[in-house]
């Protein structure tokens, strides 16, 4: 079974600021990858999902990541941090090959990031 | 615009009441899911469902029961609501065979007194 870990309960940036979010996974194989993030009160949004291929994608609201193989990591970045990226941020890892109902997402425990103007 | 709608955004119950949370997708998935999120343990799997009338338990089920009646509807029951199931419910579906990608509704904050 898969897993995933957030290392960062909490991070701190300043408006401006480079972030990077951490995230390891544990899995027998290249899984799919997402990042999510929510807002207070509200449902969770993808970011952005690796599948297959470039190793680095792109996603909405200037957010990147980037597939390591080596170190079983995802990590996502923001070059410069806006105080509305201020949120909660969730990795996901889904297994590869599964049909029908077999194909659940796990969820890392989240990062909660704050922005300082 | 595809959407995930959970009915009822906030609410209120008191202890023993049974309580149902309802979900409704129109992006015709076949699969279905209910979340629990508490601070600091993320994302936990109560049940799911890959087709109508199948369901599945997930992590924590106990306490909870589901509904699948119609392929875009997707019911959430506490039989009888405890204080320790106050917590925010998040529904969310995929398409069968894809890659597990998630759409989530806007969850649902239920307090029990």
């Known amino acids: 079974a898969q897993s995933v870990t957030q290392p960062d309960i909490h991070i701190t940036v300043s408006e401006g600021a480079s972030l990077e979010l951490r995230c390891n996974y544990s899995?027998?194989?290249?899984?799919?990858l997402f990042w999510y993030v929510q807002s207070p009160g509200q449902g969770l949004q993808l970011l952005l999902k690796y599948f297959s291929g470039d190793t680095l994608v792109q996603g909405i609201k200037g957010f990147e990541a980037e597939f390591k193989r080596s170190q079983s990591s995802f990590n996502l970045r923001k070059p410069s941090v806006h105080w509305s990226d201020a949120a909660e941020y969730f990795c996901a890892v889904g297994a590869r090959g599964l049909t029908g109902g077999g194909n659940k997402l796990t969820f890392g425990t989240g990062t909660q990031l704050k922005v300082e103007l | 615009d595809v959407k995930v709608t959970q009915s009822s955004r906030y609410l209120v119950k008191r202890t023993g009441e049974k309580v149902f949370l309802e979900c409704v997708q129109d992006?015709?998935?076949?699969?279905m899911f209910w979340y629990r999120q508490d601070p600091g343990l993320g994302l936990r799997l109560i049940y799911f469902?890959?087709?109508?009338?199948?369901?599945e338990k997930g992590d924590i089920p106990e306490g909870y029961s589901v509904s699948r009646e119609k392929k875009e509807r997707f019911s959430l029951i506490l039989e009888s609501a405890s204080t320790n199931q106050t917590s925010m419910y998040l529904c969310?579906?995929?398409?069968?065979?894809?890659?597990?990608?998630?759409?989530f509704g806007e969850g649902s904050r239920l307090t029990v007194l």
């Open positions: 899995y027998g194989a290249t899984p799919y």
């Open positions: 992006m015709d998935h076949e699969n």
């Open positions: 469902s890959y087709d109508v009338k199948m369901k």
């Open positions: 969310a579906s995929s398409l069968r065979g894809g890659t597990g990608e998630l759409f």
